[in-house]
């Protein structure tokens, strides 16, 4: 009898620290980082998981959040989106007047990418590229059973800023007649 009392005790207490966890991640809004974001999602999934299983010792669910905290931390901040922009961005830095191609590929996750610069042009001061992407990523997301496959072709045009960043020019919406930028 006192041995489930303690237990119980012990349940309530975790499950309360839990909470206020969950709270504080909750109320840090855009300080919110991917990372965060993962490791979050990784130890909530793998938390479940152990509990589901009938894991009951409060350290070994302690050692399984963690363990799943860390795993979705990491898998979060190592994301191919990361690669594929870094080289979009310096293919983008050394593009010439022509057609020109980088690709990259993950052998260890299996994504890939391709960037294809078509024409460069400067527009006033500002050094404009014609490009098109192609992406081919499929997401390992920290949550059991979720995960997508990303597989497109894109076409735009980006204008680099004084400051060296790489801005999209927006284009006329041929059904909309709206002014429209793929990024948001």
């Given at each position: 009898?006192?041995?489930?009392?303690?237990?119980?005790?012990?349940?309530?207490?975790?499950?309360?620290?839990?909470?206020?966890?969950?709270?504080?991640?909750?109320?840090?809004?855009?300080?919110?980082?991917?990372?965060?974001?993962?490791?979050?999602?990784?130890?909530?999934?793998?938390?479940?998981?152990?509990?589901?299983?009938?894991?009951?010792?409060?350290?070994?669910?302690?050692?399984?959040?963690?363990?799943?905290?860390?795993?979705?931390?990491?898998?979060?901040?190592?994301?191919?989106y990361?690669v594929?922009?870094?080289?979009?961005?310096?293919?983008?830095?050394?593009?010439?007047?022509?057609?020109?191609?980088?690709n990259?590929?993950?052998?260890?996750?299996?994504?890939?990418?391709i960037?294809?610069?078509?024409?460069?042009?400067?527009?006033?001061?500002?050094?404009?590229?014609?490009?098109?992407?192609?992406v081919?990523?499929?997401?390992?997301?920290?949550?059991?059973?979720?995960?997508?496959?990303?597989?497109?072709?894109?076409?735009?045009?980006a204008?680099?800023?004084?400051?060296?960043?790489?801005l999209?020019?927006?284009?006329?919406?041929?059904?909309?007649?709206?002014?429209?930028?793929?990024?948001?």
């Open positions: 009898m006192i041995k489930e009392n303690i237990i119980g005790i012990q349940q309530k207490r975790m499950l309360r620290t839990f909470a206020i966890v969950l709270i504080g991640l909750s109320l840090q809004g855009c300080l919110a980082t991917r990372s965060h974001i993962g490791a979050g999602l990784g130890a909530t999934t793998t938390t479940v998981a152990c509990v589901s299983v009938g894991i009951d010792n409060p350290y070994v669910i302690a050692m399984c959040t963690l363990g799943g905290a860390i795993a979705g931390a990491d898998m979060m901040y190592q994301s191919d990361d594929h922009y870094g080289t979009f961005v310096d293919h983008m830095n050394v593009a010439t007047s022509g057609s020109s191609y980088t990259w590929h993950n052998r260890k996750t299996g994504n890939s990418g960037i294809k610069t078509t024409s460069l042009y400067y527009q006033g001061p500002f050094k404009c590229v014609d490009y098109d992407v192609t081919d990523i499929t997401n390992p997301w920290p949550v059991i059973g979720m995960g997508n496959i990303d597989r497109r072709t894109e076409f735009g045009t204008c680099q800023m004084p400051d060296g960043r790489w999209e020019k927006p284009y006329k919406n041929p059904y909309t007649g709206e002014w429209v930028s793929r990024w948001k």
